[in-house]
C-alpha cells in the first residue's frame, strides 16, 4: 500500500527532528501560563503539537500548510466534481503530500475493502431507543467496534513494541474512516428513513457513497465531500481532536480513543453548535417571521434575547479565531453559488450582517464572528437532509479524519501518556498574593 509506505518515509524523516528537540532543547521555554488561563480552560497555552493542521487566529486553519482554497485547488478532483474526493484529503493529511490519481485509487479501493461495519454494531444501535440522540449513537457504534481493533489485539499479543505500534493504530485509522459513513448513514436510515437498507454503490468514492446510502441524489455528492473536509481537523486544542489525543496517550486503541472524541463533539459549545444553530433560527422564523418577512430589526430583537436570557449565540464565537472562520466561508461561497435564492441562506446572511454587531455591543465575547456551525445547516436543510440532530453526526464523520490521521503520527512519533499538572484554589491565592 503507498500510502502505508508514504507514512513510514514521513514518521522517518520526523521521528529525529522530535528526538532532537526533547533531548538537546527540551528545556527551551515557549509560553508561560496565568491564573486566568489555568482557570479559564488553559486558553492559548502552547503544550500539544501536531503536523496535521495549524489554526492562526486571523487566518483560519490550514491543512498541512495549505488553505481551505489552496486545499480544494491541488487535490485531485472526483470525476465530473469541482470538490477532491474524501480519499484525495485522507492521504493527504496523513503524509502531506498532494496525491497522484493512481494514488487515490489505490485508497479508494483499500476503503472498499475496509468499509464493513460488523452486524453486531447494527443490533447493537438497534436495541437502543430509537429517540436516542443520533451522536449517542454513534459514539456507541464505535464503542462497540473497538472488539475489531487491531491495535488493541497487538497490544494484547505479547509482542507490543514501541516503534512498530504506528503501524496498528494506522490500520485502525483506515478501518474507522472509512466504516464511520457506514455506520452514520445506517443510523440516519434507522432513525428518519424507516430503517431503509444502506445502497453501498462499490464504484463509488466516499462522499458520492455516503449521498447514495441516505437516499440523496447526485447533486449531494459534493455537498459531502466539501463537509466531510472542511470539518476535518482543527489543530490538537479543540475537545473532540483533544479528547481523542488524551484517551490514545494511555494507549487505548483508536475506537475507544474516538468514541471519547464523539463525547466531547457531541456537547453544544463544540460540534453541537451546527444543530443549535438549525434550531435558533427556525425557531426565529416561527416566532418573528410568520406572518412577515426577517428584517435586521427583528434579527437583532431575537438575538438580544437570546443573549439577555443568558444564552450564547450558537455559531458564533471562536476559542482561537479572531475573524470569520474559513469554513464558514467556504460554506457561503458554495451557497451563493448553488442556493442563492434559498430563503434559510437569505435568513443566515442577514444573521450574519447583524450578529457580529450585536456581539460586539454586547461585549462578552473575543470573536463576534462566525464559525464553521453558522452556515453548515443551511446547506444540509436546502438539499432535504432536515433531521438537525443528525448535523453533529456529519461533523462527527469528517472529523474522523483528523483525529485519525493524528492518531497515527501521535504513535509514529512516539509522544508520552498525557498528564498536565493540577494545583489547588489555595495554591493560586498564594501566587496571586506573592503577585
Ligand atoms: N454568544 C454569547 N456569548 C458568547 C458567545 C456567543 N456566541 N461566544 C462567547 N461568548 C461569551 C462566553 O460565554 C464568555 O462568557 P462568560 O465570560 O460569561 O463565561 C465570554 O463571551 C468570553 O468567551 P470567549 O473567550 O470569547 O470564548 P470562549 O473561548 O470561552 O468560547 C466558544 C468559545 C466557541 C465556546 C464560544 O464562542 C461559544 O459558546 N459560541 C457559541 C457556540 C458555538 O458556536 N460553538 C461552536 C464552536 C466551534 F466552531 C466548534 O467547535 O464547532
Known sequence: MALKEAVRRKLDEFRPRT??????????????????????????????????????????IRFRGKTIPETFAALPKAPGSEYPTVESFWYFLLTGEVPTQAQVDEVLVDWKKRQEVPGYVFDIIRAMPRDSHPMTMLSTGIGAMQRESKFAAYYTSGSFNKLGAWEYVYEDACDIVARIPVLA??????????????????????????????????????????????????????????????VHSALSDPYLSYAAGLNGLAGPLHGRANQEVLDWTLKFQKKY?????????????????????????PGYGHAVLRKTDPRYTSQREFCQKHLPGDPLFKLVSMIFEVAPGVLAEHGKTKNPWPNVDAQSGVIQWHYGVK????????????????CMANLTWDRGLGYAIERPKSVTTSMLEKWAAEG
Open 387 to 402: 433531521e438537525w440532530d443528525f448535523y453533529t453526526v456529519l461533523f462527527g464523520v469528517g472529523r474522523a479524519l483528523g
Open 289 to 313: 417571521c410568520s406572518n412577515e418577512e426577517p428584517t435586521r430589526e427583528l434579527i437583532t430583537k431575537a438575538l438580544w434575547d437570546t443573549l439577555n436570557s443568558g444564552q450564547v449565540i
Open 19 to 60: 528526538t532532537r528537540l526533547a533531548k538537546e532543547y527540551g528545556k527551551v521555554k515557549i509560553d508561560e501560563v496565568t491564573i486566568e488561563q489555568c482557570i479559564g480552560g488553559a486558553r492559548d497555552i502552547r503544550c500539544l503539537v501536531t503536523d496535521i493542521s495549524y489554526l492562526d487566529p486571523q487566518e483560519g
Open 185 to 246: 448513514a445506517f443510523i440516519y436510515n434507522l432513525k428518519y428513513r424507516d430503517d431503509a437498507p444502506l445502497a453501498i454503490d462499490p464504484a463509488l468514492d466516499m462522499g458520492a457513497n455516503f449521498a447514495r446510502m441516505i437516499g440523496q441524489g447526485d447533486e449531494y455528492m459534493d455537498v459531502a465531500r466539501m463537509y466531510f473536509i472542511l470539518h476535518s481537523d482543527h489543530e490538537s486544542g479543540n475537545v473532540s481532536a483533544h479528547a481523542t489525543h488524551l
